[in-house]
């Protein structure tokens, strides 16, 4: 591993998994060699959710809301709106959708491992 500095005055955010959200890389997953991914993810305003219920296979994730809200639907729980300062952690595995958020919606997401496969399902 090694040491790994990024700075907001720097941030180049690209798409990525979801269409309604730019992705800003923190540089962990080269520094980590793919054990660790960290982004920085806002909402493309005017854009809407559109996600179906799936599942990732990975290890970890970890969602901190920086900015808006988001509201998810969570196997076994239902629905749960997220405000700046509220933090999840999703279990491997579990069924989640993302129903709704705002445009000014922007979060930090940690994963292990940095790649992994999102599953849709059906219902």
Known sequence: MKLSVSHAEDAEFSSGLRGFFE?????????????VGAHVIRAVPGEHAEGDKHTHKL?????????????????????????AGSCVHQPPGIKHQELAHSDDLELIEIILPADFETVEVEE
């Open 59 to 83: 290890e970890f994730q970890m969602v901190y809301i920086l900015k808006g809200w988001v509201k998810f639907w969570y196997e076994g729980t239902g629905e749960v709106i997220l405000k």
């Open 23 to 35: 992705y800003r890389d923190l540089g962990i997953k080269e520094s980590t060699d793919g054990k």
